[in-house]
Nanobody, 119 residues
Framework: QVQLVESGGGLVQPGGSLRLSCAAS????????LNWYRQAAGKERELVAA???????NYADSVKGRFTISRDNAKNTVYLQMNSLKPEDTAVYYC?????????????WGQGTQVTVSS
């Protein structure tokens, strides 16, 4: 059974930091591209950060220089280090895995973790 389980969310003051983790199981983690999305109240879900199978990364303009995505294939875990947090970073953050198994394309989602940036 495929699972993506996010953790590390919470309440943080502006300027603070959080590290989100997403532990995966049930598929060949190292063969999948991994992404972090977020969805703020009343807004559409948006892509925040992406990391390819080879480790190349890409970020939304709004988080460049503040967020870092990384992956640990030995632990089947993807991380999102978030620094210099702003109130507008408040959202539910979801991890996402995209790849192929036995020639078929799959997309998996976690259940989300709430991040609230407020004083």
């Amino acid at each position: 059974q495929v699972q993506l389980v996010e953790s590390g969310g919470g309440l943080v003051q502006p300027g603070g930091s959080l590290r989100l983790s997403c532990a995966a199981s049930g598929f060949t983690f190292s063969s999948y591209a991994l992404n972090w999305y977020r969805q703020a109240a009343g807004k559409e879900r948006e892509l925040v950060a992406a990391i390819t199978i080879g480790g190349s990364t890409n970020y939304a303009d709004s988080v460049k220089g503040r967020f870092t995505i990384s992956r640990d294939n030995a632990k089947n875990t993807v991380y999102l280090q978030m620094n210099s947090l702003k109130p507008e970073d408040t959202a539910v953050y979801y991890c996402n895995a995209r790849g192929y198994t036995a020639g078929l394309s799959y997309i998996y989602w976690g259940q989300g973790t709430q991040v609230t940036v407020s004083s």
